[in-house]
């Protein structure tokens, strides 16, 4: 059973466009819900994060949005540069002290030149 | 920068072999864990631990066990090892900072299971 879903598959746009890539989870107990990125041959990393007290979270040209009555949020990318190309996971979390970090299957994001 | 170490990076084995892989992270993080990455899966957790002697059960621990010896080392083992243990497989420990929180993963370990 996967708690948390990511869609597309996988995206291409062009530089300079938005993208967007959408997460969805079952759980309302989830209170903590990461993005991280995976570079080819690298492991992934933090890219930005929100908690549901919030329905946004900007970092940069990274903006998170999220609906917690749908059980939904997206990452929007502004401005995709060829750099942004990686596989976009989004995670979530129960409880802050819990210690269980659940992962989408991810979203490969190919930026266009 | 919180240091992950696994080793091996690479490992070969036959169906029914015995095998451990090793995790050390350096800055005394409490939670750490293992993960395995396959295509069309993401990331899929497997056993989680919150200290030394702790162990937790993750999504996937079937065919798996783990041991948490110290703060800083976390042991993945597969007894009998089959074709579908094929992974890339990562440990990572977490770091916690009022309340953000943030997975530092090691480079991972390639086991390939013949």
């Known amino acids: 059973q996967q708690q948390v879903r990511q869609s597309p598959q996988s995206l291409t746009v062009w530089e300079g466009e938005t993208a967007i890539l959408n997460c969805s989870y079952e759980d309302s107990t989830f209170d903590y819900f990461p993005w991280y990125w995976q570079f080819p041959r690298e492991s992934p990393a933090l890219l930005i994060a929100?908690?549901?007290?919030?329905n946004k979270k900007e970092d940069g040209r990274f903006t998170i949005f999220f609906n917690k009555r749908e059980k939904k949020l997206s990452l929007h990318i502004t401005d995709s540069q060829p750099g942004d190309s990686a596989t976009y996971f989004c995670a979530a979390s129960e409880g802050y002290n819990q210690g269980k970090l659940i992962f989408g299957q991810g979203t490969k994001l190919s930026i266009k030149p | 920068e919180a240091a992950v170490t696994q080793s091996p990076r690479n490992k070969v084995t036959v169906t029914g072999g015995n095998v451990t892989l090793s995790c050390r992270q350096t800055?005394?993080?409490?939670?750490m864990y293992w993960y395995r990455q396959d295509t069309g899966h993401g990331l899929r957790l497997i056993h989680y631990?919150?200290?030394?002697?702790?162990?937790q059960i993750g999504d996937v621990p079937d065919g798996y066990k783990a041991t948490r010896t110290t703060q800083e080392d976390f042991f993945l083992l597969l007894e009998l090892a089959s074709p579908s243990q094929t992974s890339l497989y990562f440990c990572?420990?977490?770091?916690?900072?009022?309340?953000?929180?943030?997975?530092?993963f090691g480079h991972g370990t390639k086991l390939s299971v013949l």
């Open positions: 929100i908690r549901p007290v919030s």
């Open positions: 800055n005394s993080h409490n939670y």
């Open positions: 631990s919150y200290g030394a002697g702790n162990l």
């Open positions: 990572a420990s977490r770091e916690r900072r009022g309340s953000n929180e943030r997975l530092f």
